[in-house]
């Protein structure tokens, strides 16, 4: 497994951490991570993110109920982003949909 | 379709875009984009970046010959976050891997 202290938190102490569900491969959210969210997120094995709207801690879920749980957490090449694929208990948007890219198209191909 | 004027990108003038093969749902980069880019994406049909690193424009396979073909291209709910999805020509990652995320792991459930 990697070493954490190796991982580069950006100048807000922040990574970007993309949520994928694991079963479907479908993409449910962009958040952020910082080092604190991130160890809460390995010792539960829930999604524990930063708001940034909020400047504070966010156990997905917590309210919601919707939990995400972590099946496999990944960095990338460089060391600057996260992989994190779940099994969630409900909808990942606070809007109510599966993702929080089911809306807002800006181009879809004909062909697909 | 959405009006691009209403993404919000960052005070570097940046938004993430999460790259997603469209026929694996394999998740291949996290990478940015500024409106340039964005715009040449969208004319192209092509991904094209702002390199963070060599502050420059990066249409992706130019060099390489792999090239990345949209086939959608949508915002998150908070119109911060970019998810593409697109057809290969060849390895995303300047490693010569599928994906940026094929190495360095985390966690991974024994579930799984």
């Known amino acids: 497994m990697m070493d954490l202290d190796t991982?580069?938190?950006?100048?807000?102490?922040?990574?970007?951490?993309?949520?994928q569900d694991a079963d479907t491969g479908k993409v449910l959210t962009l958040a952020y991570m910082n080092r604190e969210s991130l160890k809460i997120s390995l010792e539960k094995k829930l999604t524990c993110f930063w708001s940034r709207s909020r400047q504070e801690l966010w156990l997905k879920g917590e309210t919601s109920g919707n939990y995400q749980h972590i099946v496999e957490l990944r960095a990338d090449c460089d060391k600057d982003a996260l992989l994190v694929r779940v099994r969630k208990d409900g909808p990942a948007c606070h809007l109510g949909t599966d993702s929080c890219f089911d809306g807002n198209p800006i181009y879809e191909s004909e062909e697909d």
């Open 7 to 19: 991982l580069k938190f950006d100048d807000r102490g922040l990574i970007p951490a993309i949520v």
